[in-house]
Each structure stands twice: as C-alpha cells, then as structure tokens.
C-alpha cells in the first residue's frame, strides 16, 4: 500500500501541474492581450452566436468586420457594441451586407472586407441555413440552397480572402 502512494503522488502532481497550465492557458487566450489590435471578421454576426462573439472580441480589443444579412440589425448590433465598450480601448466595428448563399457576390465583399484593414487575422463562419422539417419533404432546390450557404458560401468566402 506504501509503494502505490508513493507512485500515485507524482501522477498526481502531475496532473495538478497540467489542469493549472491548460486553465492559465485559456485564461490567457481569452484575455484582451490575445485579440487586441486583431482583425476580427464574424459573418452572421447579428444571430446569437455572432452577436456574443462581436461582444467578447469587441471587449478585447479586436478590430472587428460584421457580416450580416440585415443592415437594420447590423447598426443596432454596432450601436450596443459602442455603448457599452470604452472608446478609448477598442475600435468601432464596421459593418457590411452579406448573404453568404449568394455566391456570385462573395468575391466582392472579400475584397470590401480586406480593404477594411489590409488583413484578416481570424475568420469566424458563423453565417448559415438551417431547415427544419421532413428530410424527404424538403426539395433538391432548397439542399442546393443549404449547400450553397453551409458549404460553397463559407468555402468562397475563405478563398477570396486568402
């Protein structure tokens, strides 16, 4: 019983040792060190996802690009984001309409998106379709538009700003 605590205690240590480096490595991740001055680009920033996706880099110092379907909610997102954040540490967010099922219109916003700042450090795909019924009910157009939106859309868009 001796010999199995003294093996155990440096296994132990060790995995103390490793749950505290992986938790300060998180934790420096997610501080405004990690994104600050980063350009930030969220598509379908105005859903759920996106918008708290907006607020923490937004709060962290990321210059931010705000992809949305609806311009409307596009300024009242950049209005909550202004209110709340001090002027002083982050940059105000610009905004820009996208549809990403559009195909034929995502090489021109990758270039409206990358003349924003020159570069974009972090892409987050966030836009995309979702149906909800019967598979065998739902039409070969409508998966062709799903496909065009989950897949083709965000793939386009990575390419174009590569």
């Known amino acids: 019983m001796?010999?199995?605590a003294i093996l155990a205690?440096?296994?132990l240590l060790l995995g103390i040792s490793g749950i505290i480096y992986i938790y300060q490595s998180v934790r420096w991740l997610l501080s405004k060190s990690a994104v600050q001055n980063k350009v930030v680009?969220?598509?379908d920033a105005i859903s759920g996802l996106g918008k708290e996706c907006s607020r923490v880099f937004h709060s962290g110092g990321a210059r931010l690009v705000l992809c949305g379907r609806t311009w409307?909610?596009?300024e009242a997102l950049y209005d909550a984001l202004i209110s709340v954040a001090d002027p002083s540490m982050t940059y105000a967010p610009k905004l820009i309409l996208l549809d990403i099922s559009?195909?034929?219109c995502i090489q021109d916003v990758a270039k409206e998106i990358l003349n924003c700042y020159g570069c974009v450090d972090i892409l987050i795909n966030n836009a995309s379709m979702k149906v909800k019924g019967a598979v065998q009910s739902i039409s070969l157009e409508l998966d062709k538009k799903i496909m065009d939106a989950n897949y083709f859309g965000p793939i386009t868009l990575t390419k174009g700003i590569l």
Do not use: H, Q
Request: without cysteine.
């Open 102 to 104: 559009d195909i034929n």
């Open 41 to 43: 680009v969220i598509t």
């Open 2 to 4: 001796g010999i199995l």
């Open 72 to 74: 409307e909610k596009l």
């Open 9 to 11: 205690l440096p296994l």
